[in-house]
C-alpha cells in the first residue's frame, strides 16, 4: 500500500493521534515544558554571568607610568606609542597635578596628605585593552617602550574573571548538554507508551503494505506539533519565573552589584532555540519511540 507523500494526510493524522491519546499527549507536552524549562534556566544564567563578567572586564584597566624627567609634553607624545600596542582599546593621559588629586580625594581631613606636592607622582596613562585573556602580553609591550619606566596591572584579579567566565560557561554547557540526552530519552519512553496502544494497528498496516515512511510521518508530525506546543508553553513560563526572579533580586539590598538582563531583550535568541529545541526533541523522541514498532 504504498502511497506518495501526502502532508495533509500526515497532518490530520498527527493531529487526530494527538487527541485520540490525549492523556500521552499532555504528558509528553508537559515533560518537554519541564526539560525545556530546567536547560532555559541554567542558560540564563550563564548568560547573565558572563554578562556581569563581561562588565567587570570592560572596567578592568591598568596603568603605565611615565619617567619623572619627561616634560607633559613629552609624557603626552607616548599616547600614540601606547594606542599603537595590539589589544589597547582606550588610552588616557592622567598628568600628576590630576593624579595628586585623585589621591587627596577623601583625605582632606589628613594633614599629612594636605601639602603634598603633585611632583611626588608621575605622569601616567590608563589603558583599557580589548581582550582581558591577552591583558599580560600587553602589559609586557606597554613597559618596552622608551619613557614608560613602570606599570601596575592587577593580573591575577585578570586572570580571575578569565577563569569563573571558563568555569560557568563550561559547566552551563555540560548541564544542557546533559539535560538534552535526558530529555531525548524521557520523551521517547513517553512518547512510546501511546504508541505501544497503536502497536495492533501498525502492525496490520505493515502487513498490509504500508512503507515505514508512511506509517512514521503522522508520528512525526504529532511529534513536531507536541515539541511546538511544549516550546511555546515553556517559553512563556521562562518568561514569568525570570521575572519574578529579576524583580526578587533587584529588590534584594544583599545583590545590589548583580546586573540581570531584561528578559525583552533576550527574545529574538530565547524563541527561537526553545522552538528549535522543542522540535527536534519531539521529532527525534517520536522517531526513537516507534523504531521497534515499525519492526514486525
Same mark, same amino acid.
Given at each position: 500500500?504504498?502511497?506518495?507523500?501526502?502532508?495533509?494526510?500526515?497532518?490530520?493524522?498527527?493531529?487526530?493521534? &494527538?487527541?485520540?491519546?490525549?492523556?500521552?499527549?499532555?504528558?509528553?507536552?508537559?515533560?518537554?515544558?519541564?526539560?525545556?524549562?530546567?536547560?532555559?534556566?541554567?542558560?540564563?544564567?550563564?548568560?547573565?554571568?558572563?554578562?556581569?563578567?563581561?562588565?567587570?572586564?570592560?572596567?578592568?584597566?591598568?596603568?603605565?607610568?611615565?619617567?619623572?624627567?619627561?616634560?607633559?609634553?613629552?609624557?603626552?607624545?607616548?599616547?600614540?606609542?601606547?594606542?599603537?600596542?595590539?589589544?589597547?582599546?582606550?588610552?588616557?593621559?592622567?598628568?600628576?597635578?590630576?593624579?595628586?588629586?585623585?589621591?587627596?580625594?577623601?583625605?582632606?581631613?589628613? #594633614?599629612?596628605?594636605?601639602?603634598? #606636592?603633585?611632583?611626588?607622582?608621575?605622569?601616567?596613562?590608563? &589603558?583599557?585593552? /580589548?581582550?582581558?585573556?591577552?591583558?599580560?602580553?600587553?602589559?609586557?609591550?606597554?613597559?618596552? @617602550? #622608551?619613557?614608560?619606566?613602570?606599570?601596575?596591572?592587577?593580573?591575577?584579579?585578570?586572570?580571575?574573571?578569565?577563569?569563573?567566565?571558563? &568555569?560557568?560557561?563550561?559547566?552551563? @554547557?555540560?548541564?544542557?548538554? @546533559?539535560?538534552?540526552?535526558?530529555?531525548?530519552? &524521557?520523551?521517547?519512553?513517553?512518547?512510546?507508551?501511546?504508541?505501544?496502544?497503536?502497536?495492533?494497528?501498525?502492525?496490520?498496516?505493515?502487513?498490509?503494505?504500508?512503507?515505514?515512511?508512511?506509517?512514521?510521518?503522522?508520528?512525526?508530525?504529532?511529534?513536531?506539533?507536541?515539541?511546538?506546543?511544549?516550546?511555546?508553553?515553556?517559553?512563556?513560563?521562562?518568561?514569568?519565573?525570570?521575572?519574578?526572579?529579576? /524583580?526578587?533580586?533587584?529588590?534584594?539590598?544583599?545583590?545590589?552589584?548583580?546586573?540581570?538582563?531584561?528578559?525583552?531583550?533576550?527574545?529574538?535568541?530565547?524563541? #527561537?532555540?526553545?522552538?528549535?529545541?522543542?522540535?527536534?526533541?519531539?521529532?527525534?523522541?517520536?522517531?526513537?519511540?516507534?523504531? /521497534?514498532?515499525?519492526?514486525?
Amino acid at each position: 500500500m504504498a502511497k506518495k507523500f501526502d502532508l495533509g494526510y500526515y497532518c490530520s493524522e498527527g493531529v487526530h493521534s &494527538i487527541f485520540t491519546h490525549g492523556f500521552m499527549s499532555f504528558a509528553a507536552v508537559c515533560m518537554i515544558v519541564a526539560c525545556l524549562l530546567i536547560m532555559g534556566s541554567f542558560s540564563l544564567v550563564a548568560v547573565n554571568l558572563d554578562n556581569m563578567l563581561g562588565d567587570l572586564e570592560a572596567e578592568n584597566i591598568f596603568l603605565a607610568y611615565v619617567d619623572e624627567t619627561y616634560t607633559e609634553e613629552q609624557s603626552r607624545a607616548l599616547q600614540s606609542e601606547i594606542e599603537a600596542v595590539p589589544n589597547v582599546s582606550d588610552v588616557t593621559f592622567v598628568t600628576k597635578g590630576e593624579a595628586m588629586e585623585d589621591y587627596k580625594a577623601g583625605r582632606e581631613n589628613n #594633614p599629612l596628605v594636605a601639602d603634598l #606636592p603633585d611632583e611626588v607622582l608621575r605622569d601616567r596613562f590608563e &589603558i583599557h585593552v /580589548k581582550d582581558i585573556e591577552q591583558m599580560e602580553a600587553a602589559v609586557e609591550q606597554v613597559k618596552l @617602550i #622608551p619613557g614608560i619606566v613602570n606599570t601596575r596591572a592587577a593580573l591575577d584579579i585578570a586572570q580571575g574573571f578569565v577563569t569563573v567566565r571558563n &568555569i560557568a560557561a563550561g559547566v552551563a @554547557i555540560v548541564l544542557v548538554s @546533559i539535560l538534552a540526552v535526558v530529555s531525548l530519552f &524521557i520523551i521517547a519512553n513517553t512518547t512510546k507508551l501511546a504508541f505501544f496502544y497503536r502497536r495492533e494497528e501498525i502492525a496490520i498496516m505493515k502487513m498490509c503494505g504500508a512503507t515505514n515512511a508512511f506509517i512514521r510521518w503522522p508520528f512525526i508530525v504529532q511529534g513536531m506539533i507536541l515539541g511546538l506546543a511544549g516550546a511555546v508553553v515553556a517559553f512563556f513560563l521562562q518568561w514569568g519565573v525570570y521575572e519574578l526572579v529579576s /524583580k526578587a533580586v533587584i529588590q534584594s539590598d544583599g545583590m545590589s552589584l548583580v546586573t540581570i538582563l531584561p528578559f525583552t531583550s533576550l527574545i529574538v535568541n530565547i524563541l #527561537p532555540v526553545f522552538c528549535g529545541a522543542g522540535l527536534l526533541i519531539g521529532v527525534v523522541g517520536s522517531v526513537l519511540a516507534i523504531r /521497534k514498532f515499525l519492526q514486525v
